[in-house]
């Protein structure tokens, strides 16, 4: 039997327009702002009066960027531009010693033996997410809303054991989405042609919410900071971070750099997780002989114990095929530090390097049928093969996702637990149309019907 259902992908732009248009296309949406080709080249440039960028395609490349020499290719300044009022110093943004610095705090916050710690918390939101969406049972629900409102609760339990019910951290979950709101594209400043001498003007929303953000983060950590020194702190993963001793220094993060990690931890770990697990679900409701298979195997789910999370191996292999197809960080972009020569081609210093998980994950000569949904593929030589080179939603080398490990057990957990008792369905006309802003999402958002299984 042959499969005409396609997972939702944005309409390229024909191969040649000129600057204007690109940039307009591009403030649209990133995705559709690029050609079909690219899901055949392997590497791309883009050439603007200001600056050129190299789109990379091909996994050696990717390699040798992301893993073999990350340290000649540090993050580009542009990216950050958007995000530093809100962000000041975190370690999504800094290079260097800086980073390295930051990245030996942060690590053994997420190492393995810490998540089966970190298990019962997100276990508990996961929960509460589910009573939630139980009360919807019967109506058509805009899931991005619930989905996001579930990780920004995971977040908050792990970080700082409390809930999103608590009143800061619901007073930052509701001043973050007010922020994106006013938050240009991601990206955007990596491609476009503003030489770095133009200032750049954050509106004052942007920056008055960024500050708003960081004040209530603030109260959390100074209050975490009394509460170690009193010795009655629990041992969550702010304890954690904010206790660390850097290994070669001895120093904590100060008061100060401890909000640019949250801000971070909160932003990365939830905008992320959110737009996976709402394109999950959709999906789901798509291929419901997939949604059979996850719920099937879900029926097992009871006790909270970390060790179930191992026999979920539908729901990880549809969460893993879910980060394929709609990777939340649609592209990443580095710059070069000196002259480099890639695919026979010069590729000048201070170049913007873009990498991109969106175009290798659908790469036409690499994939077997890269449009289509099918977690089976992961059991796949194929599968396994472009499992290893060319999928890379977390990035990869020591840049990698501090969060990758804890990602893929909340996202499997969720879908799991959610499945378990619901079933999700398609509404006729409404299917979502992705588009690239902070991360993958719906244009008009994903409606879908929820009942009682
Ligand atoms: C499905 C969920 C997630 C996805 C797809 C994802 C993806 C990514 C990607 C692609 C990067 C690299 C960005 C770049 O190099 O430009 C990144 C970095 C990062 N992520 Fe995640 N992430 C997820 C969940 C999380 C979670 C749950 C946390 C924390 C609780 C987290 C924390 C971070 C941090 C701190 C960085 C910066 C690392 C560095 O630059 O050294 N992420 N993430």
Request: aromatic content about 10%; charged content about 30%; glycine content about 6%.
């Amino acid at each position: 039997m042959t499969d005409d259902r396609v997972p939702p992908k944005p309409a390229a732009r024909p191969d040649k327009v000129s600057l204007r248009r690109y940039v307009k296309l591009f403030r649209q949406d990133i995705l559709s702002a690029q050609p079909a080709k690219l899901y055949r080249a392997w590497m791309a440039e883009f050439r603007t009066p200001f600056f050129r960028s190299y789109l990379i395609n091909q996994p050696e490349l990717v390699t040798e960027v992301l893993k073999e020499r990350p340290m000649d290719f540090p993050k580009s300044d542009r990216i950050g531009e958007g995000l530093r009022p809100l962000l000041g110093e975190s370690v999504f943004l800094t290079n260097g010693a800086q980073w390295q610095r930051q990245r030996r705090i942060i690590d053994p916050a997420f190492e393995g033996g810490r998540l089966r710690e970190t298990y019962p918390a997100m276990w508990e939101a996961a929960q509460a997410a589910l009573s939630r969406l139980t009360v919807r049972a019967g109506e058509v629900v805009e899931i991005e809303e619930q989905t996001s409102h579930a990780a920004a609760d995971v977040i908050f339990r792990t970080l700082f054991s409390i809930p999103i019910e608590d009143e800061t951290a619901s007073a930052v979950f509701h001043e973050f989405r007010a922020y994106q709101r006013t938050q240009p594209i991601l990206n955007l400043a990596a491609f476009v042609p503003v030489p770095r001498w133009v200032p750049r003007f954050f509106r004052r929303d942007t920056k008055a919410a960024a500050r708003r953000i960081r004040g209530l983060i603030a109260r959390l950590t100074e209050a975490r900071a009394a509460e170690i020194a009193a010795g009655t702190a629990p041992d969550d993963l702010a304890t954690k971070i904010m206790t660390t001793r850097d290994p070669q220094t001895g120093e904590t993060f100060t008061a100060s750099e401890m909000v640019d990690q949250v801000a971070i931890f909160f932003l990365a770990g939830h905008e992320t997780s959110a737009s996976a697990l709402g394109w999950a679900l959709y999906l789901m409701a798509l291929y419901p002989e997939w949604q059979e298979r996850v719920a099937e195997e879900a029926q097992g789910l009871q006790s909270g114990d970390f060790a179930e999370i191992g026999r979920m191996r539908v729901s990880r292999d549809v969460f893993r095929e879910t980060l394929r197809l709609y990777p939340p960080v649609p592209m990443m972009v580095r710059e070069t530090t000196c002259p480099e020569r890639f695919r026979n081609r010069d590729v000048p210093k201070g170049s913007q390097v873009v990498l991109s998980p969106w175009h290798l994950h659908r790469h036409e000569r690499l994939w077997e049928r890269p449009d289509a949904f099918d977690p089976g593929r992961w059991q796949t030589e194929n599968g396994r093969a472009c499992g290893r080179d060319a999928f890379i939603p977390f990035s990869a080398g020591p840049r990698v996702c501090t969060g990758a490990g804890f990602a893929m057990v909340e996202g499997p957990l969720l879908l799991s637990l959610l499945l378990r008792d619901l079933k999700v369905s398609r509404v006729e006309g409404r299917d979502p149309v992705p588009e690239a802003h902070l991360t993958v999402r719906a244009r008009d958002g994903i409606w879908l019907r929820i009942d009682r299984r």
